[in-house]
């Protein structure tokens, strides 16, 4: 079946401007989650969604990023006024998410957007 | 608050050899699930492995076996009889069940250089 989807693959921007990302995530799963990763480091936890809960925003770095989830299923990231320090790639992920108690649910990754901010 | 520890920045192995990647974790949450994912050169994150803290013995999956010590909170990842495939980003993740809402944090990361 189709994994996860991410678009555009590259986007390079001026400083200043705004920018979507695109995350569509495989059918049926529930939490949806979105990662930062600057080149040769880890992965940064920036939001992460869950069925109808609302949003866990911990991770995002100020108030110039924000993501929505739209229908419980494709959801956008939003970097209002880039900066030169944001770029990186931008991961996302989707998963089954179980029930409070449980641990499981690899996350299935996208190929990430490659965001270059000039 | 969680964290996960990998103190290893970089690794090498001679081909057809075992080798241990470290991660050690800290929670206070008594359910708890820890991953290991590979990330090659073209970036895409894969799945290896996973252990949850209530499993009574260690996990494998083919070649990878995690080394559970839940006492000394560490989750080491062994590769066994190295290949030249094998050379990648390796990270280490954990999720708090009760009280980390599924959030997943992943640690720094090891570069694994297998040797030909």
């Known amino acids: 079946g189709a994994g996860v989807s991410q678009s555009p693959s590259n986007k390079v921007t001026e400083k200043g401007k705004d920018v979507e990302l695109r995350c569509d995530p495989i059918?049926?799963?529930?939490?949806l989650y979105w990662y930062r990763q600057s080149l040769g480091q880890g992965l940064e936890f920036l939001i992460y969604f869950q069925g109808n809960s609302a949003p866990d925003k911990s991770g995002l770095p100020s108030d110039r990023f924000s993501a929505e989830r739209t229908g419980g299923s494709v959801s956008t990231l939003t970097i209002q006024r880039t900066q030169q320090e944001d770029s990186a790639v931008y991961l996302c992920a989707s998963s089954f998410s179980g029930a409070t108690g449980d641990s499981y649910y690899e996350q299935y990754f996208g190929p990430g957007t490659r965001l270059t901010v000039t | 608050a969680q964290k996960i520890t990998q103190t290893q920045p970089g690794m090498f192995v001679q081909e057809k050899e075992a080798v241990t990647l470290d991660c050690t974790y800290d929670t206070s949450d008594p359910s708890y699930g820890l991953f290991w994912y590979k990330q090659p050169s073209s970036g895409e994150m894969i799945f290896l492995i996973y252990?949850?803290?209530?499993?009574?013995q260690n996990a494998t999956e083919g070649r990878y076996s995690l080394n559970f010590q839940k006492a000394r909170k560490s989750a080491n990842l062994v590769i066994s009889a190295s290949q030249l495939g094998d050379s990648a980003m390796y990270f280490c993740a954990m999720r708090e069940g009760n009280t980390g809402g599924f959030k997943t944090i992943f640690g720094a990361g090891t570069r694994l250089f297998v040797k030909a």
């Open positions: 252990q949850g803290s209530y499993d009574q």
């Open positions: 059918s049926g799963h529930t939490a």
